[in-house]
């Protein structure tokens, strides 16, 4: 596995997915009674943005995140600041400046700041010294529990969760050509065992037919109401390998739908590369 996040931590993949996570939380909170919040790609949790990014052939990259949360970090009005004071608390507590980033944190730590006492976090991640960074980063929250295990065992092993109801996210690398079939068949277990449970697939939009592929692909499951909210940062032609991206939720939380497009398109507008750049949302299986 060659997949290090580090190198795409703060990216404008990572804004459009964690802002979409926050909202997703907060619906998920309308209810009182607690959820699992179960990541099956969890990372590190913490990725400090400054740190030299090399390769293995020994060559420098050149680190994703000014064009992401870069752009953003002095916004202070709009849809995307909840996001955004989460991003800038957790930059401050690592002892980063105010006026720009140093550390920006990954989608774990950013459940377990919105977690009540009712709910509950299992964190998935199969690489051994990212798992145990996670563990260390965490280990001061109650109900986190912190796993090396595959994210797809894990939506067989841990659901359904005693409490019933559970949010997953599933944010894979995308490294193997088995990904797309992987999810699918996690996500028809996962259903199986927990009807009505809310998941969020993040994935990329590199070439259009692979997406529509994995859309029709998914609609075989016979799913429950599905909402698709995609970012798109450059149009076909750009030179960009991933032109956006996407989140594909399964029983999303009631009456989200306006405000996931709001931050979608907040996003586009501010990350956009060229005049084709926007968002978008549509029920893939509507609501009955
Ligand atoms: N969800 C994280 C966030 O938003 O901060 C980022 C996750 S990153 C896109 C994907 C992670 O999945 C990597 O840390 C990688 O090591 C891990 N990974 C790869 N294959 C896995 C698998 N089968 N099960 C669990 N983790 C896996």
């Known amino acids: 596995m060659n997949y290090r996040h580090h190198y795409h931590a703060g990216n404008a993949a990572d804004v459009f997915k964690h802002a979409l996570l926050v909202a997703l939380i907060s ?22 943005l400054e740190e030299t990014m090399r390769l293995a052939n020994g060559r420098e990259r050149a680190p994703e995140w000014p064009a992401g949360i870069g752009k953003l970090w002095t916004e202070q009005a709009g ?28 989608s774990p730590w950013i459940a377990a700041e919105l977690a009540r006492p009712v709910d509950r976090l299992a ?23 912190t796993r ?8 067989r092993a841990l659901l359904p969760p005693p409490e019933k109801r559970a949010l997953v996210l599933i944010d894979p690398p995308y490294e ?3 990904e797309f079939p992987d999810i699918l068949s996690a996500l028809g277990e996962g259903l199986r065992r927990l009807p009505g449970g809310v998941f969020a697939v993040w994935y990329p939009v590199t070439e259009r037919a692979r997406t529509d592929r994995f859309q029709r692909d998914y609609l075989a499951l016979k ?16 030179e960009l390998r991933m032109k ?9 939380p009631w009456k989200i739908e306006a405000d996931l497009l709001g931050l979608a398109r907040a996003v586009a507008s501010r990350l956009g590369v060229d005049a084709d750049a926007g968002a978008s949302a549509f029920w893939l299986v509507p609501e009955s």
Not at 148 to 155: F, I, L, N, P, R
């Open 123 to 145: 964190l998935c991640e199969l690489r051994e010294d990212d798992a145990d960074a996670l563990a260390v980063e965490l280990s001061l929250r109650p109900n986190v529990s």
């Open 223 to 238: 799913p429950p109401p599905t909402l698709v909210v995609e970012l798109r940062i450059a149009g076909e032609s750009s």
């Open 176 to 178: 193997s050509a088995g």
């Open 27 to 48: 619906g998920m909170q309308r209810k009182e009674k607690g959820f699992l919040y179960l990541d099956t790609h969890a990372g590190r949790g913490a990725y400090e």
């Open 244 to 252: 956006g991206c996407g989140l594909l939720i399964v029983n999303p």
């Open 148 to 155: 090396v295990m595959d994210g797809y065992t894990a939506v």
């Open 79 to 106: 849809s995307l600041v909840p996001f955004l004071e989460i991003i800038r608390r957790f930059n401050r507590n690592r002892g980063g400046p105010d006026e720009r980033p140093a550390w920006y944190p990954g």
